[in-house]
């Protein structure tokens, strides 16, 4: 099958890593009922535990700058979204070129070194792989970072009443590009150097989600990139888990999305495979501002979490409260 979709989200590779992951499940069901039942039900439970443990209501996307439950957080960012689509649908249209822009610099600099009778084969092979994969995630973070920077542009402005454009929020967030990229690209070479290791894995998804506040960082905060990326472990600091599980499930959608849908055409309709893959990648870009937009309302609730509570705990709580009644 074609692979390869428009933004690295094709859906026949979707397709088909489903239909992998559906056998092999039905094997190991086949195979061993009872503890696959056993599997599913603790996931699904955990699923319901957490949804139901949470606080979903009331819904309040403006007046930014406040604590949110968990449940709000996606709540608010779903409302945003919703009540001001075309200004989100405009940015993740603009994020679509952006990335194209990326996967043919990726495209010219593999075939770039063959042209200029570079040696591709052997040790060479190794270290082309791995400035390939260094400057793709460079420039994937860049691409994901502006949409963040744009998303948080727009959503101060909406919240102080103020009237914005996608294109407006993109020349908003490009004015601080230089210190967007420096941190990104700090970020994306501690990534690819832990993650080649295979054993520090976790360090890099522990270090991404501590400096996964970068871009609204940069954006409302007016920090260079060294600055931005310390502010950014602050805000996460005592609430990693939190930021890791509302960023990672919204990311989650996105990439999810895009592709479940185009799957779901290979069996409804005889459209040509590409044209899917292409439909995939587009509702991928269209759903990245409902990343970003969770993203800026994760930044808002650990700042005012960070403002509003006391750095140190006293050593003696006191022995009584004032208290009338």
């Not at 522990?206 to 905060?221: D, H």
């Amino acid at each position: 099958m074609p692979t390869g979709g428009v933004l690295g989200t094709g859906a026949t590779d979707f397709f088909c890593d489903a239909v992998e992951t559906g056998s092999r499940g039905l094997i190991s069901l086949l195979r061993n009922p009872g503890g696959t039942l056993l599997v599913f039900g603790a996931l699904l439970a955990l699923a319901v535990y957490l949804i139901a443990r949470t606080t979903w209501h009331p819904i309040a996307p403006l007046r930014v700058a406040r604590r949110r439950a968990w449940g709000q957080i996606l709540a608010a960012a779903g409302r945003m979204y919703v009540k001001r689509t075309p200004l989100f649908l405009g940015i993740g249209l603009l994020f679509i070129p952006l990335a194209g822009l990326i996967s043919l610099l990726q495209t010219l600099l593999i075939g770039g070194f063959g042209l200029l009778g570079i040696d591709t084969t052997g040790e060479s092979a190794g270290a082309l792989a791995l400035l390939v994969v260094a400057l793709g995630t460079t420039l994937t973070l860049l691409g994901l970072g502006l949409v963040q920077a744009a998303t948080a542009s727009a959503l101060v402005r909406i919240d102080a009443g103020q009237a914005i454009g996608p294109v407006q929020a993109y020349r908003i967030a490009l004015t601080k590009t230089r210190a967007l990229l420096g941190g990104l690209g700090l970020t994306a070479a501690a990534w690819v150097a832990l993650t080649a290791t295979g054993i520090l894995l976790p360090v890099a998804i522990w270090l991404g989600i501590r400096w996964s506040l970068l871009a609204p960082v940069v954006e409302l905060e007016d920090r260079s990139a060294t600055d931005a990326l310390r502010r950014s472990a602050e805000l996460v600091r005592r609430r990693w888990f939190r930021v890791a599980s509302l960023v990672g499930i919204s990311a989650a959608l996105a990439l999810v999305a895009g592709p479940l849908l185009g799957a779901l055409l290979i069996f409804l309709t005889d459209a040509p495979l590409p044209l899917l893959n292409i439909v995939a990648g587009v509702v991928y870009g269209l759903a990245m501002p409902f990343v970003a937009l969770v993203t800026s309302y994760v930044y808002f609730d650990a700042r005012t979490r960070h403002e509003l509570e006391p750095a140190d705990e006293p050593d003696e709580l006191p022995a009584e409260i004032q208290f009338s009644g």
